[in-house]
């Protein structure tokens, strides 16, 4: 039984600027135990999709099932299987951090949770924080708390989606330590994100969705070894030698050229030299997502 089973999930979305069709027969499975990205640019239906998982929105067709309950018919012991981190922040301002998860245990019916709400509080950073209300915490702090409240009933599911989005890097790290010890633990996880960099350190298997579907899945190992990932960028005013301005995206006098691997940025900057381009400002870094979508896009079609 895979953790989670998404069955040809549809969303249309009905508004006075007529229909979005957010989702178009979107199908996969996340096996018991596995680190999985969602991965998609802005609008792609990421929050749709969890949405729908997380039984706040209805499909316009198809099923989605966790640890085997269906998410509509079977509702909450589906929710009970799963912990959301939401990409909004959402929170009552009245209770204190203590409160705010006794309160979400409560909703799952349990009573004395103290001793994990310490542990929760104390491996997110929050020790110190449980009495805070949560109107004085700066917003870092918040999302720390929504993942402690995620939490609060050790669902067997994890997703988070975007939490890293404007996040400083402490709260990453804090938050990608403990996510990471809890999926070693046997916790599924499901992440979306934009960032490239972040699925590829944790995830084993990656989902692309664009346009409401999924253009790419596969290990992230083989989905990015196939992918131009490095970016070399510079600005210059002089003309590229021509197997290179095939190659480059050009923005006025900045250039940005792919590259598979380390040797194939060393040939390009030969290149350069050779045919005396002077070149300011040299950067090499990773692509960004919007980049590998378009490698992947392109050879679609
Ligand atoms: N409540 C809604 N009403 C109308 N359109 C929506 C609503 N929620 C999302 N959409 C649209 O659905 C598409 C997918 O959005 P979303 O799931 O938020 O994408 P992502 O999380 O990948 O950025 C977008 O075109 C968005 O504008
Ligand atoms: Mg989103």
């Not at 990608?176 to 084993?204: M, P, Q």
């Amino acid at each position: 039984m895979p953790a989670v089973r998404f069955d040809h999930v549809t969303k249309t979305f009905r508004g006075a600027r007529g229909t979005v069709q957010a989702l178009d027969g979107v199908s996969f499975d996340i096996e018991p135990g596995e680190f999985f990205g969602l991965l998609g640019p802005n609008g792609a239906g990421k929050t749709t999709l969890i949405s729908i998982l997380a039984g706040l929105a209805q499909a316009s067709g198809g099923r989605v099932e966790v640890m085997g309950h269906d998410v509509v018919s079977d509702f909450a012991a589906a929710r009970r299987a799963l912990g959301i981190v939401p990409q909004e922040l959402v929170f009552d301002p009245f209770f204190s951090v203590r409160e705010t998860l006794r309160i979400q245990s409560g909703y799952f019916g349990l009573k004395h949770n103290d001793d994990w709400i310490d542990e929760l509080l104390a491996n997110l950073g929050l020790a110190d924080k449980g009495s805070a209300n949560m109107r004085q915490l700066s917003g870092g702090m918040k999302r720390r708390v929504l993942v402690a409240q995620a939490l609060v009933h050790r669902p067997p599911v994890i997703v988070l989606d975007e939490p890293t989005a404007g996040v400083d890097v402490e709260l990453r790290q804090t938050l990608w330590h403990f996510v990471a010890r809890l999926n070693r633990e046997g916790h599924t996880v499901l992440l979306t994100t934009h960032y490239l960099e972040e699925a590829e350190a944790l995830c084993g298997r990656i989902a692309m969705l664009k346009h409401g579907r999924v253009v790419a899945l596969d290990s992230t190992s083989a989905l990015l070894s196939g992918m131009a990932s490095t970016m070399l960028r510079f600005k210059t005013d002089a003309a590229l030698p021509p197997a290179l301005a095939a190659r480059a995206r050009v923005t006025g006098r900045i250039v940005q050229l792919k590259a598979h691997d380390a040797a194939e940025v060393e040939r390009d900057l030969g290149a350069l030299r050779e045919a005396g381009v002077a070149v300011e400002d040299l950067e090499i870094g990773r692509a960004d997502l919007e980049d590998v979508f378009l490698g992947i896009m392109g050879e679609q079609g």
